[in-house]
Protein backbone atom coordinates (compact mmCIF):
# COMPACT_ATOMS: atom_id res chain seq x y z
CA UNK A 1 0.00 0.00 0.00
CA UNK A 2 1.35 3.51 -0.95
CA UNK A 3 0.36 6.62 0.21
CA UNK A 4 1.03 9.64 -1.67
CA UNK A 5 0.97 13.06 0.05
CA UNK A 6 2.54 16.21 -0.88
CA UNK A 7 4.62 18.82 1.59
CA UNK A 8 1.91 21.70 2.35
CA UNK A 9 -0.22 18.61 3.90
CA UNK A 10 2.51 17.41 5.84
CA UNK A 11 3.42 21.40 6.72
CA UNK A 12 -0.12 21.58 7.98
CA UNK A 13 -0.35 18.48 9.88
CA UNK A 14 3.13 19.82 11.70
CA UNK A 15 1.49 22.88 12.42
CA UNK A 16 -1.31 21.21 13.73
CA UNK A 17 0.77 18.51 16.33
CA UNK A 18 2.75 21.97 17.12
CA UNK A 19 -0.18 23.12 18.56
CA UNK A 20 -0.49 20.58 21.64
CA UNK A 21 3.22 19.93 21.40
CA UNK A 22 5.36 22.44 20.27
CA UNK A 23 8.12 20.36 20.35
CA UNK A 24 8.89 16.93 17.50
CA UNK A 25 8.39 13.62 19.93
CA UNK A 26 11.30 11.35 18.79
CA UNK A 27 9.27 7.75 18.75
CA UNK A 28 10.83 4.48 18.14
CA UNK A 29 7.55 2.72 17.68
CA UNK A 30 5.54 2.35 14.71
CA UNK A 31 1.93 3.57 13.82
CA UNK A 32 0.68 0.67 14.29
CA UNK A 33 1.79 0.52 17.78
CA UNK A 34 0.96 3.54 18.48
CA UNK A 35 -2.42 3.55 16.87
CA UNK A 36 -3.28 0.39 19.15
CA UNK A 37 -2.02 2.47 22.37
CA UNK A 38 -4.65 5.47 21.03
CA UNK A 39 -6.91 3.35 20.79
CA UNK A 40 -6.34 1.75 24.39
CA UNK A 41 -6.12 4.82 25.53
CA UNK A 42 -9.63 6.04 23.97
CA UNK A 43 -11.20 2.77 25.92
CA UNK A 44 -10.10 3.35 29.51
CA UNK A 45 -11.07 7.30 28.68
CA UNK A 46 -14.82 5.70 27.79
CA UNK A 47 -14.71 3.71 30.82
CA UNK A 48 -13.38 6.09 33.12
CA UNK A 49 -16.57 8.82 31.58
CA UNK A 50 -18.83 6.43 32.50
CA UNK A 51 -17.56 5.97 35.98
CA UNK A 52 -17.13 9.24 36.64
CA UNK A 53 -21.01 10.36 34.51
CA UNK A 54 -19.27 12.78 32.61
CA UNK A 55 -17.23 13.88 29.84
CA UNK A 56 -13.55 15.27 30.31
CA UNK A 57 -15.23 18.00 28.71
CA UNK A 58 -18.60 18.45 31.07
CA UNK A 59 -15.97 18.13 33.90
CA UNK A 60 -13.91 20.98 32.36
CA UNK A 61 -16.87 23.32 32.33
CA UNK A 62 -17.69 21.95 36.03
CA UNK A 63 -14.67 23.03 37.33
CA UNK A 64 -14.59 26.17 36.04
CA UNK A 65 -17.72 26.96 37.37
CA UNK A 66 -16.78 25.76 40.46
CA UNK A 67 -13.51 27.58 40.60
CA UNK A 68 -15.64 31.06 39.08
CA UNK A 69 -18.01 30.16 42.61
CA UNK A 70 -15.44 30.02 44.51
CA UNK A 71 -13.81 33.01 43.50
CA UNK A 72 -17.09 34.75 44.06
CA UNK A 73 -17.33 33.37 47.68
CA UNK A 74 -14.07 34.35 48.12
CA UNK A 75 -14.26 38.00 47.69
CA UNK A 76 -17.66 37.93 49.60
CA UNK A 77 -16.15 36.71 52.35
CA UNK A 78 -13.18 39.27 52.04
CA UNK A 79 -16.01 42.31 52.00
CA UNK A 80 -18.42 40.46 55.00
CA UNK A 81 -14.89 40.65 56.70
CA UNK A 82 -13.90 43.90 56.04
CA UNK A 83 -17.90 44.82 56.96
CA UNK A 84 -18.06 42.98 60.06
CA UNK A 85 -14.28 45.10 61.49
CA UNK A 86 -16.35 48.13 60.28
CA UNK A 87 -19.08 46.61 62.66
CA UNK A 88 -16.72 46.04 65.38
CA UNK A 89 -15.30 49.49 65.19
CA UNK A 90 -18.77 51.35 64.77
CA UNK A 91 -19.92 49.35 68.27
CA UNK A 92 -16.97 50.42 69.84
CA UNK A 93 -17.30 53.77 69.12
CA UNK A 94 -20.72 53.96 70.20
CA UNK A 95 -19.95 52.00 73.55
CA UNK A 96 -17.67 54.58 74.65
CA UNK A 97 -20.01 57.65 73.66
CA UNK A 98 -22.65 55.60 75.42
CA UNK A 99 -20.46 55.03 78.60
CA UNK A 100 -19.45 58.69 78.79
CA UNK A 101 -23.56 59.60 78.24
CA UNK A 102 -23.98 57.00 81.60
CA UNK A 103 -21.33 58.78 83.51
CA UNK A 104 -23.19 62.55 82.75
CA UNK A 105 -26.43 61.26 83.18
CA UNK A 106 -25.22 59.86 86.69
CA UNK A 107 -23.37 62.93 87.64
CA UNK A 108 -26.58 65.14 86.80
CA UNK A 109 -28.66 63.24 88.43
CA UNK A 110 -26.43 63.27 91.68
CA UNK A 111 -26.13 66.87 91.43
CA UNK A 112 -30.08 67.42 90.93
CA UNK A 113 -30.50 64.72 93.88
CA UNK A 114 -28.65 67.10 96.26
CA UNK A 115 -30.15 70.26 95.23
CA UNK A 116 -33.60 69.01 95.86
CA UNK A 117 -32.89 67.81 99.36
CA UNK A 118 -31.31 70.98 99.68
CA UNK A 119 -34.90 72.40 99.65
CA UNK A 120 -35.98 70.86 102.83
CA UNK A 121 -32.53 71.58 104.61
CA UNK A 122 -32.03 67.54 103.99
CA UNK A 123 -27.98 66.30 102.22
CA UNK A 124 -27.51 63.13 100.47
CA UNK A 125 -25.87 61.29 97.51
CA UNK A 126 -26.71 58.94 94.57
CA UNK A 127 -24.26 56.11 94.72
CA UNK A 128 -23.85 54.32 91.17
CA UNK A 129 -22.64 50.76 90.74
CA UNK A 130 -22.58 49.82 87.08
CA UNK A 131 -20.72 47.13 87.38
CA UNK A 132 -23.20 45.78 89.62
CA UNK A 133 -26.00 47.51 88.32
CA UNK A 134 -26.86 49.05 91.53
CA UNK A 135 -27.98 51.85 92.59
CA UNK A 136 -27.78 53.51 96.70
CA UNK A 137 -29.05 56.40 98.72
CA UNK A 138 -27.90 58.28 101.29
CA UNK A 139 -29.66 60.79 103.07
CA UNK A 140 -28.87 63.19 105.91
CA UNK A 141 -31.92 64.59 107.97
CA UNK A 142 -31.70 68.31 109.24
CA UNK A 143 -30.65 67.51 112.41
CA UNK A 144 -27.63 65.28 111.01
CA UNK A 145 -26.74 67.62 108.79
CA UNK A 146 -26.14 70.78 111.84
CA UNK A 147 -24.40 68.21 113.80
CA UNK A 148 -22.39 66.60 110.91
CA UNK A 149 -23.95 63.23 111.08
CA UNK A 150 -23.22 59.94 108.99
CA UNK A 151 -25.06 59.54 106.04
CA UNK A 152 -28.44 57.33 106.75
CA UNK A 153 -30.09 54.52 104.57
CA UNK A 154 -33.33 55.05 102.96
CA UNK A 155 -35.18 52.17 105.02
CA UNK A 156 -33.82 53.88 108.19
CA UNK A 157 -35.55 57.23 107.45
CA UNK A 158 -39.24 57.70 108.55
CA UNK A 159 -42.05 57.64 106.29
CA UNK A 160 -42.38 60.99 105.45
CA UNK A 161 -38.38 61.62 104.85
CA UNK A 162 -38.57 58.43 102.97
CA UNK A 163 -41.41 59.85 100.45
CA UNK A 164 -39.46 62.99 100.23
CA UNK A 165 -36.59 61.46 99.51
CA UNK A 166 -38.14 59.40 96.96
CA UNK A 167 -39.76 62.47 95.42
CA UNK A 168 -36.27 64.13 94.99
CA UNK A 169 -34.82 60.72 93.74
CA UNK A 170 -38.01 61.05 90.97
CA UNK A 171 -37.27 64.42 89.80
CA UNK A 172 -33.18 63.35 89.49
CA UNK A 173 -34.26 60.68 87.20
CA UNK A 174 -37.25 62.44 85.72
CA UNK A 175 -34.39 64.87 83.86
CA UNK A 176 -32.84 62.01 82.13
CA UNK A 177 -36.33 60.43 81.05
CA UNK A 178 -37.96 61.72 77.73
CA UNK A 179 -41.59 60.38 78.75
CA UNK A 180 -44.35 63.20 77.17
CA UNK A 181 -46.53 61.96 80.41
CA UNK A 182 -45.49 61.35 83.86
CA UNK A 183 -48.36 60.61 87.06
CA UNK A 184 -47.45 59.56 90.47
CA UNK A 185 -50.65 58.00 93.05
CA UNK A 186 -50.50 59.11 96.64
CA UNK A 187 -46.80 60.02 96.77
CA UNK A 188 -47.37 62.11 99.85
CA UNK A 189 -49.64 59.57 102.02
CA UNK A 190 -46.85 59.23 104.35
CA UNK A 191 -45.78 62.96 104.25
CA UNK A 192 -46.26 65.70 106.96
CA UNK A 193 -47.53 68.89 106.30
CA UNK A 194 -44.71 70.60 105.52
CA UNK A 195 -42.87 67.96 103.59
CA UNK A 196 -46.25 67.49 101.44
CA UNK A 197 -45.98 71.26 100.91
CA UNK A 198 -42.36 71.42 99.83
CA UNK A 199 -42.84 68.38 97.26
CA UNK A 200 -45.60 69.73 95.71
CA UNK A 201 -43.98 73.28 94.94
CA UNK A 202 -41.03 71.24 93.96
CA UNK A 203 -42.90 69.14 91.34
CA UNK A 204 -44.68 71.77 90.50
CA UNK A 205 -41.79 74.02 89.61
CA UNK A 206 -40.27 71.31 87.84
CA UNK A 207 -43.31 71.09 85.52
CA UNK A 208 -43.29 74.58 84.26
CA UNK A 209 -39.54 73.93 83.30
CA UNK A 210 -40.43 71.07 81.36
CA UNK A 211 -43.03 72.89 78.91
CA UNK A 212 -42.81 69.34 76.42
CA UNK A 213 -44.23 67.10 79.22
CA UNK A 214 -47.83 66.84 81.63
CA UNK A 215 -47.63 65.70 84.87
CA UNK A 216 -50.68 63.85 86.90
CA UNK A 217 -50.25 64.10 90.51
CA UNK A 218 -52.91 61.95 92.66
CA UNK A 219 -53.42 62.90 95.91
CA UNK A 220 -55.74 61.71 98.68
CA UNK A 221 -54.79 64.57 100.59
CA UNK A 222 -56.01 68.01 101.12
CA UNK A 223 -54.62 70.09 97.96
CA UNK A 224 -56.02 73.66 98.76
CA UNK A 225 -52.50 74.87 98.88
CA UNK A 226 -51.85 74.13 95.49
CA UNK A 227 -52.96 77.71 93.34
CA UNK A 228 -54.58 76.88 90.24
CA UNK A 229 -53.14 78.82 87.50
CA UNK A 230 -52.83 78.65 83.23
CA UNK A 231 -50.11 75.64 83.39
CA UNK A 232 -51.94 74.35 86.69
CA UNK A 233 -55.49 72.76 87.05
CA UNK A 234 -56.98 70.51 90.12
CA UNK A 235 -59.56 68.53 89.43
CA UNK A 236 -60.94 67.42 92.86
CA UNK A 237 -63.62 64.02 92.57
CA UNK A 238 -66.25 63.26 94.47
CA UNK A 239 -65.78 61.15 97.41
CA UNK A 240 -66.96 57.45 97.20
CA UNK A 241 -69.75 55.91 99.21
CA UNK A 242 -69.04 53.33 101.54
CA UNK A 243 -69.20 50.18 100.10
CA UNK A 244 -69.40 51.56 96.91
CA UNK A 245 -68.59 48.78 94.14
CA UNK A 246 -68.77 50.95 90.26
CA UNK A 247 -68.39 54.60 89.37
CA UNK A 248 -71.10 57.02 88.99
CA UNK A 249 -70.45 57.46 85.48
CA UNK A 250 -72.43 60.30 84.10
CA UNK A 251 -73.53 59.49 79.76
Excluded at 44 to 72: P, Q, V
Excluded at 109 to 136: C, E, P, T, W
Excluded at 177 to 203: K, Q
Excluded at 223 to 239: E, I, K, N, W, Y
Aim: charged share 30%.
Amino acid sequence: MYIIVNDSNIQQWTKQAGAYCPQRVEVTKSAHEIDREIKQIQARLREREKEDGATLEEIASAMARTRNDYHNAKNEIMHMERYIKDLKCALQSRMYKWRNFRTFIAVRARMVFSYQLSKRGYSGKLIFDHNKKQLALRVQIDDQTSQGGSDKDPKSLSGGEKSFSTICLLLALWEAMGCPIRCLDEFDVFMDAVNRRISMRMMIETAREADKTQYILITPQDASSVAPGPDVRVHRLQDPERGQGTLNVVP
